[in-house]
């Protein structure tokens, strides 16, 4: 469900929705063009360009796919999620099923719930018990996990860990359309990996590893201290001024405090949302403002962000006030569900920043 900063946000994105831009979707159109005619071109012509240049190339590709996976489950570029997830079903990003990404990612735009242990299914906390029980090696890994290069280099190993454990729960649970989706990627990754090993003479291993594995990496940079845990759900997602070369890579998902306030604003227009109201974004999520991802690296790249232990897992969280209409209410567990709940519906609209107290940007 989106939530404004205010009515006239709300009013001036009614009038947005409404442009030719918006409706057609045309800046999206053409990333899916670009990214699948970009990837099977280089890997059509892998022989002339060499191994090391095409799978540098692949994984940067791959990466800008995983992106607009995003951009596909959140209900773009059409209003029908079926005709969305076709765009999405290609296993260029190797590891995980887009049915799958969907749904977990959904459950992470619960905002009253986010970067808990066990409820926020992209966390990187864990509890205090999976702490204590956790061995000397795995305490190790995941404390350096918490570093820019830990998360790059070994975070995605606990991403398709996590997925894969996924995967065989639902084998012994018997829920058979997250098994169906697992097959279904599986088949469609041993074709791909066959056609690129004897078509365009790219070993599976490399495809599996210098491809996939790479691109998790360079995704793992943007979301390296996405979220921080905070009593105030409102403080808990950060806002990265990237350059321009990551915002297209991640068709803008750096301003993430402003796609998790409006989950349905396309990608095209997440920029210009922040830049209009820059100030009262950086008040409302408690200053959590980083300069490009350059800042990330010159302070964590080896020293650790935060402790891999939730500081209130289980606990008690501070209440999260919105305004609906006039009538103030406390939620706690708002669902954003992306597309499935678009502008037309009824909406929250939270308390403008000049009713709270002013925060200057800081990095925490």
């Not at 280089?42 to 095409?54: F, I």
């Not at 990612?105 to 956790?134: C, F, I, K, M």
Request: hydrophobic letters at 45%; aromatic letters at 12%.
């Amino acid at each position: 469900m989106p939530r404004y900063l205010d009515d006239v946000q709300r009013e001036q994105l009614q009038e947005q929705r409404a442009t030719w831009r918006w409706r057609s979707a045309w800046p999206t159109w053409l990333v899916i063009v670009a990214v699948y005619s970009g990837w099977f071109g280089v890997a059509l012509h892998a022989r002339t360009l060499g191994l090391p240049v095409t799978l540098t190339l692949l994984a940067v590709l791959s990466c800008w796919y995983m992106s607009l996976q995003h951009e596909l489950l959140h209900g773009h570029p059409t209003r029908w999620p079926l005709v969305n997830m076709l765009f999405g079903l290609a296993p260029l990003a190797v590891w995980f099923p887009y049915a799958v990404y969907r749904d977990s990612h959904l459950r992470h735009h619960d905002d009253a719930h986010l970067t808990e242990p066990g409820r926020d299914p992209e966390s990187y906390y864990v509890t205090p018990e999976q702490w204590a029980n956790a061995g000397v090696v795995l305490r190790a890994a995941l404390a350096a996990r918490n570093t820019f290069l830990g998360r790059v280099l070994i975070g995605p190993w606990f991403s398709i860990a996590a997925s894969w454990r996924e995967a065989a729960q639902a084998v012994a649970l018997g829920q058979w359309r997250i098994v169906a989706s697992w097959l279904v990627h599986a088949a469609s990754l041993a074709a791909l990996a066959w056609w690129l090993d004897a078509r365009c003479g790219i070993p599976w291993r490399a495809f599996l590893f210098g491809v996939g594995y790479a691109s998790l990496a360079l995704a793992s940079v943007r979301s390296f201290q996405e979220h921080r845990a905070e009593g105030d759900a409102r403080e808990r997602t950060v806002l990265n001024e990237a350059a321009w070369p990551w915002r297209l890579l991640f068709l803008n998902n750096n301003y993430h405090s402003v796609h998790h306030d409006l989950p349905g604003v396309p990608w095209f227009a997440l920029g210009a949302v922040y830049r209009q109201r820059r100030e009262a974004y950086g008040a409302s999520n408690g200053g959590f403002v980083v300069r490009g991802y350059g800042e990330w690296i010159k302070k964590h790249a080896f020293a650790r962000a935060v402790s891999p232990v939730h500081p209130f897992a289980g606990g008690t969280r501070a209440p999260v006030e919105w305004i609906a209409d006039t009538a103030v209410t406390t939620r706690t567990n708002a669902m954003q569900r992306g597309a499935a709940k678009r502008f037309g519906q009824p909406v929250l609209v939270r308390a403008a920043a000049s009713t709270r107290d002013s925060r200057s940007a800081k990095v925490s």
